[in-house]
């Protein structure tokens, strides 16, 4: 979660809620959150949303990984093709040769 402090702010404010996020509250737990000095949750709306950009970015980094695993596959799909070919016809080796270069060379790039 990007604001994990949320649990203390529910708990303090909901003395009777037996659960959160599939915790137990038991008294021991309670009464170490009451001590919690936490302030209003608007003091740390700065916090949150510094938490939340650096989540979005690692979901637009884990998107874009993907994105590039996908179009690397792709282009080692068009080279097995192009293998295929030589194999089905190796006079057109050089023509086929050139076009394995060009899709490995994306690759690198």
């Given at each position: 979660?990007?604001?994990?402090?949320?649990?203390?702010?529910?708990v303090k404010e909901l003395p009777?809620?037996?659960?959160?996020?599939?915790?137990?509250?038991?008294?021991?737990?309670?009464?170490?959150?009451t001590a919690?000095?936490?302030h209003a949750l608007e003091v740390y709306d700065?916090?949150?949303?510094?938490?939340l950009n650096?989540?979005?970015?690692?979901q637009e980094d884990a998107t874009l990984r993907a994105?590039?695993?996908?179009?690397?596959f792709a282009r080692l799909t068009k080279i097995i093709g192009e293998l295929e070919c030589i194999f089905d016809d190796p006079i057109s080796l050089q023509k086929h040769v050139t076009n394995i270069h060009a899709q490995a060379k994306a690759l690198t790039d």
């Open positions: 979660a990007c604001f994990p402090e949320y649990q203390i702010f529910i009777t809620l037996q659960k959160i996020d599939d915790l137990r509250i038991s008294r021991t737990l309670r009464n170490s959150i919690t000095r936490l700065t916090e949150y949303q510094q938490r650096k989540f979005r970015e690692r994105t590039n695993a996908e179009r690397g």
